[in-house]
Structure formats: structure tokens, C-alpha cells
């Protein structure tokens, strides 16, 4: 079993920055790829960042691109995305999950099982 809790949500300008953080617990929870995925008000929840198990490889959707890094230290078990240059468009409830498989593709959510409650992004124009 994994357990992920998101911090660092907030209300920021546009053009503006915020690191959210994803705490990890759990006795495997450092051998599973972490992703980020978002959902905005009256929209589905998408994907927007993954990172493989050891840091070594990460993945990104286009409109995220240049703009967020995800990030991990294994030793503090947390996963971090590091959210540059925000756009309106951005706000959405930002959650963190964890997958025992990593790809280079936007993944289907079923191939993450665990998941965090969530924390809310909103950037105001």
C-alpha cells in the first residue's frame, strides 16, 4: 500500500510560480513512477507529469512543456512539481499518484492505483 499527500497548492498571478509537494509512505513507495494529473472545474482529470522510479526519466503533456518540472528525492520520499509561468488556464485540483509502470506516453489513469486527495491550484489573471 501507498500513501500520497499534496501540499503547496495555492492562489497566484499569472506569470507566477508554485511548488507543490507529494509526500510518499508506504513499504515500496519508492520503486513505483509518480505522476501528477489535474482536474479544472467542469473538465475530466488529465495528466500532466510523470517521473520513473529512480528520477532517471520524466514525461510531460505538451501544454505543460518548458513550464513544469517534475521532480523526486527518494530519500525524503516526496515527488515535487515545480509549476513556472502559470496561466489561468493552469487552475485546476492538482493530484499526485503512483504507478508500478513508468512510459513515455500519456498514461491511462487505471495504470495508476494510488492516488492523493488532492490540492487546489488557482492562478488569476
Known amino acids: 500500500q501507498v500513501q500520497l499527500v499534496e501540499s503547496g497548492g495555492g492562489l497566484v498571478q499569472a506569470g507566477g510560480s508554485l511548488r507543490l509537494s507529494c509526500a510518499t509512505s508506504g513499504r515500496t513507495s519508492r520503486g513505483y513512477a509518480m505522476g501528477w494529473f489535474r482536474q479544472a472545474p467542469g473538465k475530466e482529470r488529465e495528466f500532466v507529469a510523470a517521473i520513473s522510479w529512480n528520477g532517471g526519466s520524466t514525461y510531460y503533456t505538451d501544454s505543460v512543456k518548458g513550464r513544469f518540472t517534475i521532480s523526486r528525492n527518494n530519500v525524503e520520499n516526496t515527488v515535487y512539481l515545480q509549476m513556472n509561468n502559470l496561466k489561468p488556464e493552469d487552475t485546476a485540483v492538482y493530484y499526485c499518484?503512483?504507478?508500478?509502470?513508468?512510459?513515455?506516453?500519456?498514461?491511462?489513469?487505471?495504470?495508476?492505483?494510488?492516488w492523493g486527495q488532492g490540492t487546489q491550484v488557482t492562478v488569476s489573471s
Open positions: 499518484a503512483a504507478s508500478p509502470i513508468f512510459s513515455t506516453r500519456v498514461p491511462a489513469q487505471r495504470e495508476y492505483p494510488y
